[in-house]
């Protein structure tokens, strides 16, 4: 008996464009004998097949089991048709539609199948800077609008050669449809330009930027999503130099090596690390530096951990390339001065990199969205983001529930934004400080690229409540402007709700306790927060418990300058600072003079709970870190400056809602006069921090029953605390939830912000 054809039409939506998804789709459909068709929309993928049932559902099972190596499949509908009378299966062109959208793939690594025809002198791409395929190469910093086709790329005034043709027009090549395919003949070259004329192109350009490189300059390298500036990593001099240009004077570069045996030369790197390095994404990654590594220790000032990546680029590969006496680590910060965004645009770096470089090597394939590089650490065996970009943005975070077309505007820091609609939150690329007009006008020009590709047009707005923040300035402006409502959340309340959200955590009365500690955000008195126990979710929150409340004196001033906070706290205890202690000795006595009568008449001073300032004050009292050259570097030094082997602690009192802070300055300042060695004491001080984190909590436990506890806040980016913490919490019978698809810090703000938004909606 003859079976019956059947007809089928699967909706697929996901990251499933410009993956290599149609022509797996395509190999699929040939070898179960089916016909029918498959194409792109703008929501993702269609297919219409007709064929045996058993044929049909082979065909859906391996498409579900089988997907090629970047696609995701976030939503699979199948629906019996009529079967139609097609002749052979193949790949229709692309159908937008207005309105709909899908999910971009973020920019890949360099697979491994393009690694070899790189270095193969036989193959036609041999030793060319922008082979890809469709596992792997630029993807979002490339795209302008969707669907993801090469016209509607910066590939798009690059005319395939025949031969470039043929693979892209292969169902069956590793090419097939890979929008920026290119070779020596049709693609982008690179050139390497100096002030002493006679540029060069192709080969002759990155032979030229290595012995520039090796004689100890500093180059600024057109890379994926922007420029880096690099140098030799091993050449104290040139590393100096750079920080001197850069005006970076402490903050740690991040350094780029060659293949994992270098990376295993100067680092202590787990399996979890490794594979991290080595996964899709290549972002830097934290690791514990070896005692013999010969790299320069300018690199990373009084740090005990480097940030290495591997390339993830041909270009990086070549530049790379392990000879005799080329460095086998480069530095390859982002190409910037300190706090703009990274230069992208070739007239732009000229501009403003031209006094930190000695030479370019450009390319000249456009960069529509500039990315800078994604760092993350391997934290309680798993991903622990720090700034989240290259390599995961645009990949949304999947919500719990769907959610109105939104705009969260994130926080001044670290700045992402985020939109939303359905089930997906699109969290931005970290745009940075929004502290200059130059990284606003990146912000905003992010926005409108986002809204653009997944269609969004925000119904509603969320932002922080701190009114001289610019991403608030701009939420408010644009909610007025376009008469939508306006939602603003408390700083703490969002942390909250981004780490709620970053673990599924499901909308409801549930309600878990919130360890928040960061080092800024507008507190609903009118204060500054940062210190704080909260009980909520995400449609509200109480104050449990928060640190004492301190003076601060000047403001960013006292952020810039942990002496100031600490003479600061010391006056408003009544301390009498003896002239040995770190932090006298340091500031001159008229400075000090001037400090005192502003802490008495209240002049610009702030009060503040917040617990980036504590470790600012203690980092300074035991004579760390006195002045910081960026955010956060006190507490950074004090964390490296724990005696590991130390189990002692200092008690915090808890006194109704309040941490006292007294008791610790005293017994601190009593155990520096008995010669207690700052490594002791910042240990102490750590395992102090925990313990009463802990007595809190088991109130709140005794008060409510809940046990669930989220941590965040950029204080959590403390790899001691953290790590003692959970142990500590997890160990009491709590359950503890900590960041992993977004940053613990501001970066991770604006996922909060939606979260509470919809529930306060």
């Known amino acids: 008996m003859t079976e019956t054809l059947k007809g089928l039409k699967l909706n697929i939506t996901g990251i499933v464009q410009g993956v290599g998804f149609r022509p797996f789709v395509y190999s699929l459909a040939v070898n179960n004998q089916l016909k029918g068709w498959v194409l792109n929309s703008s929501s993702g993928v269609e297919i219409e097949v007709n064929g045996l049932q058993t044929d049909l559902d082979a065909f859906v099972r391996q498409i579900r089991e089988q997907t090629p190596p970047l696609a995701r499949i976030d939503r699979m509908t199948v629906e019996e048709i009529e ?14 539609r ?9 920019d890949v690594s360099i697979c491994d199948d393009c690694t070899r025809e790189l270095f193969d002198p036989a193959n036609r791409r041999y030793r060319y800077p922008f082979i890809n395929c469709t596992n792997c190469g630029p993807r979002f910093t490339i795209i302008q609008d969707i669907p993801y086709d090469r016209p509607l790329t910066t590939m798009a ?31 982008p070259q690179v050139k390497f330009i100096s002030g002493k004329g006679g540029d060069l192109a192709a080969e002759g350009a990155l032979q030229e930027a290595r012995q ?68 899709h994404q290549h972002p830097v990654v934290i690791l514990a530096r070896r005692a013999g590594s010969a790299i320069s220790p300018l690199t ?36 910037n001065l300190s706090e703009e965004p990274i230069a992208y645009e070739d007239e732009q770096a000229a501009q403003h990199l031209g006094e930190m470089a000695d030479a370019f090597l450009i390319h000249n394939r456009p960069i529509h969205m500039r990315t800078d590089d994604s760092v993350a650490r391997i934290a309680l065996g798993n991903v622990y983001m720090i700034r989240r970009a290259r390599g995961y943005a645009p990949d949304a975070i999947m919500l719990s529930s769907k959610v109105r077309p939104m705009l969260a505007a994130g926080s001044e820091l670290k700045n992402t934004f985020t939109l939303a609609r359905d089930n997906y939150a699109f969290m931005s690329h ?68 981004s780490c709620l959200a970053d673990n ?12 928040i500690l960061d080092g800024t955000g507008m507190g609903t008195d009118g204060t500054i927060w940062g210190g704080e126990v909260l009980i909520g979710n995400y449609a509200g929150y109480t104050r449990r418990f928060h640190l004492e409340q301190m003076p601060l004196p000047g403001g960013d001033a006292a952020i810039r300058h942990p002496v100031r906070t600490c003479l600061a706290y010391l006056w408003k205890f009544g301390i009498e600072p003896a002239k040995e202690l770190a932090p006298v000795s340091t500031m001159r006595a008229s400075d000090l003079s001037i400090l005192t009568q502003q802490l008495v008449n209240n002049i610009n001073t702030i009060p503040t709970s917040s617990m980036g300032r504590l470790f600012d004050a203690v980092s300074s009292l035991i004579g760390v870190c006195q002045h910081a050259s960026y955010e956060g570097q ?128």
């Open 83 to 96: 079967p139609n009378s097609f002749a052979e299966f193949t790949i229709l062109s692309s159908q937008p």
């Open 98 to 106: 207005p309105g709909d959208f899908v999910p971009i793939s973020p």
């Open 157 to 187: 005034d690059f005319q395939m050669c025949p031969d470039c043709e043929a693979e892209y027009r292969n169902p069956l090549d590793r090419r097939f449809h890979a929008q920026p395919t290119a070779c020596p003949v049709c693609g």
């Open 212 to 279: 520039w490189l090796r004689n100890g300059k500093i180059l600024a390298i057109k890379g994926l999503g922007g420029y880096h500036l690099a140098c030799d990593a091993f050449n104290g001099d040139a590393v100096d130099e750079l920080r001197r240009r850069k005006r970076r004077s402490d903050k740690p570069f991040a350094l780029m090596a060659f293949d994992m045996a270098t990376i295993h030369k100067h680092c202590h790197v787990s399996p979890r690390e490794e594979e991290l390095l080595l996964s």
């Open 300 to 335: 990373a000032p009084h740090q005990n951990t480097l940030g290495m990546m591997l390339p993830y680029t041909p270009l990086h590969l070549l530049l790379m390339e392990p000879e005799p006496g080329f460095p086998e680590v480069l530095v390859m910060t982002s190409g």
């Open 430 to 497: 970290h745009i940075g400080d929004l502290e200059n007009f130059e990284t606003l006008q990146s912000f905003e020009s992010g926005i409108r690229h986002y809204e653009r590709l997944f269609k969004v047009v925000p119904e509603i707005i969320a932002c922080d409540m701190h009114p001289n923040y610019l991403a608030t300035r701009y939420a408010v402006q644009r909610a007025e402007s376009e008469n939508l409502p306006l939602i603003q959340v408390q700083h703490h309340h969002a942390h909250l709700a």
């Open 504 to 515: 599924g955590w499901q909308p409801g009365d549930r309600q878990a306790i919130g360890i």
């Open 634 to 761: 006190a507490a950074i030094d004090l964390e490296n400056a724990i005696d590991p082997q130390e189990n002692g602690f200092y008690a915090f009192p808890l006194v109704k809602d309040i941490v006292c802070l007294k008791p610790l300055f005293s017994e601190i300042i009593q155990e520096l006069q008995m010669g207690v060695q700052k490594e002791k004491i910042a240990a102490r001080f750590h395992n102090g921090i925990i313990r009463v984190l802990l007595a809190a909590c088991q109130l709140i436990r005794s008060e409510t029953g809940i046990t669930d506890i989220a941590l965040s806040g950029g204080v959590w980016q403390n790899m001691y605390l953290l790590t003692h913490a959970v142990q500590t919490l997890s160990g009491a019978g709590f359950n503890v939830m900590v960041h992993h698809q977004v940053p613990t810090n501001d970066g991770g703000i604006s996922l909060g912000q939606l979260a509470v938004c919809e529930a306060q909606l």
